[in-house]
């Protein structure tokens, strides 16, 4: 085991060198068909040197490919400068630390909510409207709320890692490796079902845009209204109004009665 992040050891132990091809496509296309791979039941190692990369090949031969990738997506497919590369690799450097066993136990309990809600919203980002960087920023936003330790369990593990694996093949493939020593049959989507009862669900007011949020299975199927209320912008804007929700076909659309029952 690797003890510290070392992209370029990474990249030795995972691919062969002939698999080093370049230009083939370019980085958003290979982002966005590992996602449609992960989430739709095919999963298999996306390869990055086929992709080709605004970063110089200097810079990539002093980063590593991952850091490339994740500077480049931040910089909005433009070449990154050396403080995005840096930022990056720090990014990587914490995950990949977290991963390692630990002195001390884990101060922060996983939560899977997080990894249900950036689980769909990148779906969403990433299949619906193409945007990576904002597919990369709710994952972030999950890694930072609730972060993987090496004692979490393989669906928490597997979950996160398979997450990153548009991002950073490299470091999720190395990571997935050694959670269970294959990448996962199953799809994302089949995934997040083992978290039940803990669920999440596509909410959005009349009008206006859509979130996801986390609830329990049980208590929403049961009372959804009531399950809703617990979220304060959701709260925040039908106290004392007269409201209801419906299921929709993009998801639970809330609905606000207007005075004299217009």
Same mark, same amino acid.
């Given at each position: 085991?690797?003890?510290?992040?070392?992209?370029?050891?990474?990249?030795?132990?995972?691919?062969?060198?002939?698999?080093?091809?370049?230009? &083939?496509?370019? &980085?958003?296309?290979?982002?966005?068909?590992?996602?449609?791979?992960?989430?739709? /039941?095919?999963?298999?190692?996306?390869?990055?040197?086929?992709?080709?990369?605004?970063?110089?090949?200097?810079?990539?031969?002093?980063? /590593?490919?991952?850091?490339?990738?994740?500077?480049?997506?931040?910089?909005?497919?433009?070449?990154?400068?050396?403080?995005?590369?840096?930022?990056?690799?720090? +990014?990587?450097?914490?995950?990949?630390?977290?991963?390692?066993?630990?002195?001390?136990?884990?101060?922060?309990? +996983?939560?899977?909510?997080? +990894?249900?809600?950036?689980?769909?919203?990148?779906?969403?980002?990433?299949?619906?409207? /193409?945007? $990576?960087?904002?597919?990369?920023?709710?994952?972030?936003?999950? +890694?930072?709320?609730?972060?993987?330790?090496?004692?979490?369990?393989?669906?928490?593990?597997? $979950?996160?890692?398979?997450?990153?694996?548009?991002?950073?093949?490299?470091?999720?493939?190395?990571?997935?490796?050694?959670?269970?020593?294959?990448?996962?049959?199953?799809?994302?989507?089949?995934?997040?079902?083992?978290?039940?009862?803990?669920?999440?669900?596509?909410?959005?007011?009349?009008?206006?845009?859509?979130?996801?949020?986390?609830?329990?299975?049980?208590?929403?199927?049961?009372?959804? $209204?009531?399950? &809703? $209320?617990?979220?304060?912008?959701?709260?925040?804007?039908?106290?004392?109004?007269?409201?209801?929700?419906?299921?929709?076909?993009?998801?639970?659309?809330?609905?606000?009665?207007?005075?004299?029952?217009?």
């Amino acid at each position: 085991m690797i003890e510290r992040y070392n992209p370029h050891l990474i990249q030795k132990r995972i691919l062969p060198l002939h698999d080093r091809q370049q230009g &083939l496509i370019s &980085l958003e296309e290979d982002v966005i068909s590992q996602a449609r791979n992960i989430w739709g /039941g095919n999963p298999k190692w996306s390869n990055p040197f086929r992709t080709q990369y605004q970063a110089a090949p200097e810079i990539i031969g002093e980063y /590593g490919i991952d850091v490339a990738r994740i500077a480049e997506i931040t910089n909005s497919n433009r070449p990154p400068d050396e403080a995005l590369l840096e930022s990056s690799h720090r +990014w990587l450097s914490r995950i990949y630390a977290r991963t390692l066993p630990a002195k001390k136990p884990a101060k922060q309990k +996983w939560n899977p909510d997080q +990894w249900l809600i950036a689980a769909l919203a990148a779906r969403d980002h990433l299949l619906t409207r /193409g945007k $990576m960087y904002v597919a990369l920023s709710v994952i972030k936003k999950a +890694w930072k709320l609730s972060p993987i330790e090496h004692e979490a369990g393989i669906n928490e593990k597997t $979950m996160a890692f398979v997450l990153l694996s548009p991002f950073a093949p490299c470091l999720a493939q190395t990571l997935l490796t050694r959670t269970d020593g294959t990448f996962p049959a199953t799809n994302l989507e089949e995934l997040c079902e083992s978290f039940y009862p803990r669920q999440a669900v596509k909410v959005g007011f009349y009008g206006g845009g859509w979130n996801w949020e986390v609830v329990d299975s049980h208590a929403f199927k049961k009372d959804p $209204m009531g399950s &809703l $209320m617990e979220f304060q912008w959701i709260a925040k804007v039908v106290k004392g109004r007269e409201w209801s929700v419906r299921k929709d076909n993009e998801g639970w659309l809330i609905c606000l009665n207007l005075p004299n029952g217009k």
